[in-house]
């Protein structure tokens, strides 16, 4: 069960890790964009879909006690299999650059490289996807800097990266 939610936190950072959709540098993140009530029910989102897991640096190893304030920012460790090598987007700079009507789109059109389980995303209610935009926007803190750039298969990745079984 812990590796499925992993599996499914490093969906949305897999998912929304478009080169087009990630900047440079450190900026303020927004005020927040909903009401109360929106906002955390897109916190219970991000939190039972393991994205805090995989966009999270360190979230796993501090038993989920990690600030909002350094949260979904990315991650440096890459998930290397025969797709070449992945890393957590840092989701705070993804949501920056996309409009709520934008990543509802994006969302409902997400297909990506493993292991983000973009399908999950896809089936997300449009209610609970606006959620997790507007938690999103709402976080607190900088919005750190870009995560690592795919590596394709037949390249070996910078350490740390987790191998996934079928490369040898």
């Not at 999103?136 to 995560?147: C, E, N, Q, V």
Request: hydrophobic share 35%.
């Amino acid at each position: 069960m812990k590796l499925y939610t992993a599996i499914v936190g490093m969906g949305l950072v897999f998912a929304l890790g478009s080169p087009a959709l990630q900047g440079q540098g450190e900026k303020k993140a927004a005020a927040p964009a909903g009401n109360a009530q929106t906002i955390e029910r897109g916190k219970y989102m991000v939190m039972i879909g393991g994205c805090n897991d995989c966009h999270t640096a360190g979230y796993g190893e501090a038993d989920a006690k990690i600030p909002e304030t350094d949260r979904l920012k990315g991650d440096v460790t890459g998930y290397r299999g025969p797709w070449g090598t992945t890393y957590p987007t840092n989701l705070r700079m993804t949501f920056s650059k996309m409009t709520e009507d934008q990543w509802v789109k994006y969302a409902k059109g997400l297909k990506t490289r493993p292991p983000m389980p973009w399908f999950n995303v896809q089936a997300m209610t449009d209610a609970d996807l606006r959620a997790v935009y507007q938690y999103m926007k709402s976080l607190p803190g900088s919005m750190g800097t870009a995560s690592p750039q795919y590596v394709p298969p037949d390249k070996t990745p910078k350490m740390p990266y987790v191998q996934w079984p079928g490369v040898k």
